[in-house]
C-alpha cells in the first residue's frame, strides 16, 4: 500500500473515532489495526531503501558491463584488424619467399652447371696429368736408375733428378749426363705447350764450404734452378714464359735423417709440370 493511502485510512479512523462512541472492545481493536498498520509501514519503508540501494547496485553493474562491452568491442575491432593485416602480409610474404626459392632454384641449378663443368675440366686435367706421366717414363726410362723419378702429386707431375744425375759436388754446371736426360725431357715438354714448367732446386742440410759466388745453400738450389731452366730455354728451345724457378735450400726435404742416404734423396731437381687452367680459373671466379 502507497504511503498517501495509509496516512488517508488513519486520519479516517482517528475523525470516526472523535465523533463516534465506541465500546472499548472496538476501540482496542482499532488500536491494534493502528499498530499493525504502522509496522507494516515501517516494513514497507524497509523494503523501499532495500530496493532503492539494489536498484542503484544494478545501475553500477549495468554502467560497468556496458563499459566492459565498449572495451571488449574496441579489442575485437583491433583483433580484426590485425588479423586482416596479417592475411595480407602473408600473402605477401608467401608470394616473396616463392619468389625467394625460385631464385634459389635458379641459382643452384647454375651452380650444378658449373660444377660439372669444373669436374669434367677437372677429369680432363686428370687425364692429360696421366698421359703426360706416361710419355715422361717412357722417355726417360733409361735414367730412372740414376735417381730420376715421375710421379704424379696434387693433380701435377713431379720429375725428380737427383743432384749426382745433373752437377758434380757443389757444381751448377750440368754435366753430360744430366744434359742427356735434359734433353728427353725438352722433347716432351715442347709438344706440350699446355703445360707450365717450375724447376726447383732443393739441398741437403750440409753447410755449403766456400765455393765462390755460392754462399749457403739457397745460393745453391736457386743456381742449379736457374741452370736447368737456361738450359731448356736456349738450348732446346722450350719457351721461357712456360718456365719459372726457384731455389727451396734444404727446407723442403723428402727423406729425414741425416744419413748419407737421406741427404743424397733431399739434394735433387725437381720439375714441376702443371697444365694451365685458366679456363678453370674462369669458372670458378
Known amino acids: 500500500m502507497k504511503k498517501s493511502g495509509l496516512l488517508a485510512t488513519l486520519f479516517l479512523l482517528l475523525g470516526l473515532s472523535s465523533c463516534v462512541v465506541l465500546s472499548k472492545k472496538k476501540y482496542e481493536a482499532l488500536l491494534s489495526q493502528k499498530d499493525s498498520l ?10 523501499i531503501q532495500s530496493l532503492e540501494e539494489t536498484q542503484a547496485a544494478l545501475q553500477a553493474d549495468t ?64 687425364e692429360a696429368t696421366n698421359a703426360l706421366k706416361e710419355k715422361l ?47 728427353e725431357l725438352a722433347k716432351v715438354l715442347n709438344t706440350q705447350p699446355e703445360i707450365n714448367i717450375a724447376v726447383e732446386g732443393h739441398t741437403d742440410n750440409q753447410k ?27 738450348l732446346q728451345k722450350t719457351t721461357p714464359e712456360r718456365l719459372t724457378a726457384t731455389g727451396k735450400g734444404q727446407f723442403q726435404p723428402i727423406a729425414l735423417g741425416n744419413t748419407p742416404e737421406a741427404r743424397s734423396k733431399n739434394r735433387r731437381i725437381e720439375i ?14
Open 272 to 285: 714441376v709440370l702443371s697444365p694451365k687452367l685458366d679456363e678453370l680459373y674462369n669458372l670458378i671466379k
Open 38 to 47: 504502522s509496522i507494516g509501514w515501517d516494513a514497507a519503508k524497509v523494503n
Open 208 to 234: 755449403v764450404g766456400n765455393l765462390g759466388q755460392i754462399k749457403d745453400n739457397w745460393d745453391l738450389s736457386v743456381l742449379r734452378a736457374t741452370s736447368v731452366v737456361r738450359y731448356l730455354t736456349e
Open 137 to 183: 717414363q717412357k722417355a726417360l726410362l733409361g735414367f730412372q736408375e740414376s735417381g730420376l723419378t715421375v710421379e704424379i702429386k696434387n693433380g701435377k707431375v713431379y720429375v725428380s733428378l737427383s743432384d749426382k744425375l745433373l752437377f758434380d759436388t757443389g757444381s751448377i754446371v750440368i754435366d753430360d749426363k744430366g744434359k742427356l736426360a735434359l734433353q
Open 63 to 126: 554502467a560497468k558491463l556496458n563499459s566492459k562491452i565498449a572495451d571488449l568491442n574496441g579489442q575485437l575491432e583491433a583483433l580484426n584488424a590485425n588479423y586482416a593485416a596479417l592475411r595480407s602480409n602473408s600473402s605477401s610474404e608467401i608470394n616473396k619467399l616463392s619468389g625467394d626459392l625460385n631464385s634459389l632454384s635458379d641459382d643452384l641449378k647454375k651452380r650444378e652447371a658449373r660444377l660439372k663443368e669444373v669436374e669434367e675440366i677437372l677429369r680432363k686435367r686428370d
